[in-house]
């Protein structure tokens, strides 16, 4: 079980929280579940759960220049999004399958859609979350 002293789950808890808060645990762990399709297919987005995270522009709250929420951290005692956000990223990293099969991206309505962002590669939406498989891996064969 994660917890507040594994650094690759807290990464990946912190990170869902900042993309994801709001939407629930679903949303949350779709999310997770898109940065675990990332690790289980090693490419130019890194090949573990840290490299893939604070990968230069892929999930911004982390690793974008400029973004409000990289100086964003939840309260430990009060926030009880964490907890969610916490739980989200153990049954990610245990395996859980995934509510969005194979996606390694998405992005959020309150944006326009990215130019990766093609009706081949979306796989599916929870709430204002699009979810896209941009490697078009066997997770969904």
């Not at 939840?74 to 969005?100: C, H, M, Y």
Request: proline content about 6%.
């Amino acid at each position: 079980m994660l917890n507040w002293d594994s650094y690759e789950g807290f990464l990946l808890a912190l990170c869902i929280w900042r993309e994801a808060r709001g939407h629930g645990y679903n949303g949350m762990f779709a999310v997770a579940c898109s940065v675990r399709n990332r690790v289980l297919r090693p490419a130019w987005w890194g090949r573990s759960y840290a490299e893939c995270i604070t990968k230069k522009w892929q999930y911004s709250s982390v690793a974008a220049p400029g973004d409000p929420q990289l100086i964003r951290f939840p309260a430990r005692q009060t926030d009880e999004g964490f907890d969610i956000a916490i739980l989200a990223a153990n049954d990610a990293i245990s395996g859980k399958p995934s509510p969005v099969d194979g996606a390694d991206s998405y992005y959020d309505d309150s944006i326009p859609a990215p130019k990766w962002a093609t009706p081949g590669t979306f796989v599916g939406k929870l709430g204002r979350l699009n979810f896209h498989d941009l490697d078009n891996d066997y997770e969904r064969q």
